[in-house]
């Protein structure tokens, strides 16, 4: 079975400053895809970034950018120039491939909070 | 274009009692999901639907039931509520062509007392 850690409950950055979330997961598949969710206190979720395990090039979006560790299954989530905006609960995900379901296995979430 | 719609958004149930969390989506997705979140964790999911007429059991189905009699619409029965069952509730549904395009309800906050 999957399963995705996220080890840092809490996080705080500075606006204008550049903060790293962690996510681990563990799997014995070949094809599965990863995402980042935000859950501001509205609770809707918002996918952020999502990539595909079979590429090798980290997927960015905007400020959002990933570092993706195929071999040492990790999956860090990079903001630049941290916004007030961001400030949220953080998931990572998991989605094997191949499976009929395509179901979202999460992790348990950082909180980050970002100071004016 | 409403996406994932859910009723209600906020429910108070006593223990014992019953209710459905409604779920409907106008996408003509044919994947749909339940998940629960409790406080300060991630989703898991509760029942997923592959189409209309076909349900399974995800990680956490014990006290809930589904039915997926059309595809527009996924309702969660709760039978013989317990206060383990409060929790926040999520729908969501996506497209077999694009499975990883999840689109989430904006969720239904349940309290069991």
């Known amino acids: 079975a999957q399963t995705v850690t996220q080890s840092q409950p809490e996080m705080s950055v500075q606006e204008a400053e550049t903060v790293t979330l962690s996510c681990t997961y563990d799997?014995?598949?070949?094809?599965?895809?990863l995402f980042w969710y935000k859950q501001p206190p509205s609770r809707q979720m918002i996918l952020v970034i999502r990539?595909?395990?079979?590429?090798?090039q980290n997927a960015t979006e905007n400020r959002f950018s990933v570092n993706f560790q195929k071999a040492a299954k990790s999956f860090s989530l990079k903001i630049s120039d941290s916004q007030l905006g961001d400030t949220a609960m953080y998931f990572c995900?998991?989605?094997?491939?191949?499976?009929?379901?395509?179901?979202?296995?999460f992790g348990s979430g950082t909180r980050l909070l970002v100071r004016p | 274009n409403a996406g994932v719609t859910q009723t209600p958004k906020f429910h108070i149930l006593k223990i014992g009692q019953s209710m459905t969390l409604q779920c409907t989506q106008d996408m003509n997705h044919n994947y749909m999901y339940w998940y629960r979140q409790d406080p300060g964790m991630g989703l898991k999911l509760i029942y997923y639907?592959?189409?209309?007429?076909?349900?399974d059991k995800g990680e956490v189905p014990n006290g809930y039931n589904v039915s997926r009699s059309t595809t527009e619409d996924f309702p969660l029965r709760l039978e013989l509520a317990a206060p383990s069952q409060t929790s926040v509730y999520f729908c969501a549904s996506s497209y077999e062509l694009y499975p990883y395009g999840y689109t989430f309800g904006s969720g239904t906050r349940l309290t069991v007392v």
């Open positions: 799997t014995s598949e070949n094809n599965y895809y």
């Open positions: 639907s592959v189409g209309a007429g076909i349900t």
């Open positions: 990539q595909e395990a079979y590429k090798q």
């Open positions: 995900a998991f989605m094997k491939l191949g499976d009929s379901s395509y179901k979202l296995i």
